[in-house]
């Protein structure tokens, strides 16, 4: 079957860095995706890897390797705005995106 | 302001009931989807639309259906209400406008079937 893995939550220190895991085994592989998703609120798009390497984006860099079936979610400079879920998608040879349960990031001041 | 609308943002409903939830976009993409969250569970595929005319079956399609007679709408219907469809329902769309694959999402309708 085909399944996402990410921890269901994590903690950090506002101004510290987080790195956060997604592992992935899908039928096929066509891109994967990171979302943040405030409480109660949409997921929305922070960043896409399609190919092995990091994608930088401000505060945010998102890292894929695709033989290992990994990537992960770096955050610098930790805000309390960045305390939300962050969930990992990938998507599979069907053009259908396949959702972890999603990380949810808590930050201390 | 472009983007997605979905109607009602809440509802509490009895089992047995029929439910039309409504989604409307403003962003001419073609493809649009259903999806409903669960706590501890990932987003999950109900049924899924990549073109006005056609829908097609997600993940987890069973006790609901869709329409899709033109771009801009997309409406999810519950035939009958059962407590198990107790969720938050995300309505997507992905088109022109963004990264290979990225969805916009609504801002969701939490259901509550007792």
């Known amino acids: 079957g085909q399944n996402i893995d990410q921890p269901t939550e994590m903690t950090a220190t506002e101004g510290a860095i987080v790195q956060i895991n997604c592992t992935y085994q899908t039928s096929g592989f066509n891109g994967l995706f990171w979302y943040q998703q405030h409480a109660g609120e949409a997921p929305t798009f922070l960043s896409y890897?399609?190919l092995d390497g990091l994608e930088e984006k401000g505060r945010f860099s998102s890292f894929l390797s695709r033989s290992k079936g990994y990537s992960y979610l770096l955050l610098k400079e930790l805000q309390m705005k960045d305390s939300a879920s962050y969930l990992c998608?990938?998507?599979?040879?069907?053009?259908?995106?396949?959702w972890g349960a999603g990380t949810k990031l808590i930050i201390k001041p | 302001i472009a983007g997605i609308t979905q109607a009602p943002t809440s509802q509490i409903l009895a089992a047995g009931r029929r439910m039309t939830l409504r989604c409307t976009q403003d962003?001419?993409?073609?493809?649009m989807y259903w999806y409903r969250q669960d706590l501890g569970l990932g987003l999950r595929l109900i049924h899924y639309?990549?073109?006005?005319?056609?829908?097609g079956k997600g993940e987890v399609p069973d006790g609901y259906s869709v329409s899709r007679a033109n771009t801009d709408d997309f409406p999810l219907t519950l035939a009958s209400a059962v407590p198990s469809q107790t969720s938050v329902y995300f309505c997507?769309?992905?088109?022109?406008?963004?990264?290979?694959?990225?969805?916009?999402f609504g801002e969701g309708s939490r259901l509550t079937v007792l």
């Open positions: 890897n399609v």
């Open positions: 997507a769309s992905s088109g022109a406008g963004g990264q290979p694959g990225e969805l916009f």
């Open positions: 639309s990549n073109t006005a005319g056609t829908t």
């Open positions: 998608a990938v998507e599979d040879s069907n053009y259908q995106l396949i």
């Open positions: 962003m001419r993409h073609n493809a």
